[in-house]
């Protein structure tokens, strides 16, 4: 069971690191053209659709930006079909992706599309062996006919309308959480606690992925919790090294130069080989600090002004920039003093062999939230 969890998690990364450039550099593209818009006096460029110039040209990149951040589903729901079973499942999961788009059903509906697309492909190149001449009839008509076949009546007329439903129920009670500062504030505390508690597991990739989700249907406002509570623990034991450094070995000390690197773009592993020397201290510690970094973040007034950016320098892209930072500091002031008077990371047992697996774990590109 775990075995199979686990390559299902493997696949759904892999489909995740396909899809980051594409919302990385759309939301960029975005982000450009709405800050020099906004130089020129112009909070909406969608007012200038029709009309020639400066403004207008600003409008035409804007929705290069746009474009690319609607490929997410398709590109995701590609990419965890070929990871399964390679380029034969790329067509049907690519259909199914762009299906999940047409019919609402969001990111919830491309995943599935993606595993079911790999999983199928996967069987009809077991059952159907075809030798002699007549093998390239295979991979070229056969497999593509069956998948995007199969994929059509699953996501159009099965599965279409109920994914819809959801994801649009999801995002109205988002939207209107949002809207309420209290239930705002709950929504953060929740958001930035899931995301302080594993770090990159599973509890940490349902927030990121329930944000992303919320992202490309143009709900913004859960990015901006996700987004500064990520960057809270692996920068609080980036300064922890700084505060107290006689409190950390050498490893450590040098691990913390790098925890504060990753805090500012926005990687959450940074804070992985702290947290392991004692996680029954420091992962409530963890918790605590980046739902109150995230609470405050949204208490002091942070909100959508574009597509948000993560890492610390995400915060050119929300309403109340500072907002975002102060939070995020103060979220990653208490790890810091915390962590230096609760543990003595001068002794690095770390637990099981977790200790070992960190020095040669490699950081996911997926972390790099936007």
Known sequence: MSTK??????????????VLPVIIGGSLVVAVAKLLGFAGGVSNLDDFAKVPGYFNY???????GWTAIGLMNVVLAGYIANSIAGKPALASGFVGGAL????????????????????????????????????????????PLLTMGAMG??????????????????????????ENSTNAVILALILGAMIGFDLGGPVNKAAWMAGNALFISGVYFPSIIINVAIWIPPLGYGLATLLKKNNY?????EAGNGAIVM???GITEGAIPFTLVSPAKLIPLNVIASAVGAAITVLLGANVKMPPLGGMYGFFTVSKGWAYLI??????LIIAIGANLMVDFRETEMV??????????EIEIEEIEI
């Open 5 to 18: 969890f686990n390559e299902m998690k493997s696949h759904l990364m892999s489909g995740i690191s396909y």
């Open 58 to 64: 600003l409008w035409k990149f804007q929705n290069v």
């Open 100 to 143: 999940a788009s047409q019919t609402n059903a969001g990111f919830i509906g491309a995943v599935i599309a993606g595993f079911f697309a790999g999983w199928l492909t996967n069987k009809v190149k077991e059952k159907i062996v075809i030798k002699g001449s007549a093998a390239s009839a295979v991979p070229l008509i056969i497999l």
């Open 153 to 178: 009546l699953l996501m159009a007329l099965i599965l279409g309308d109920p994914l819809g439903y959801i994801n649009t129920s999801l995002i109205n009670w988002v939207t209107k959480m949002s």
């Open 249 to 253: 070995s050498a490893t450590l000390k």
């Open 263 to 265: 805090g500012v773009i």
């Open 327 to 332: 939070g995020g500091i103060i979220g990653a």
């Open 352 to 361: 099981g062999s977790e200790a070992e697996n960190t020095e040669t774990e």
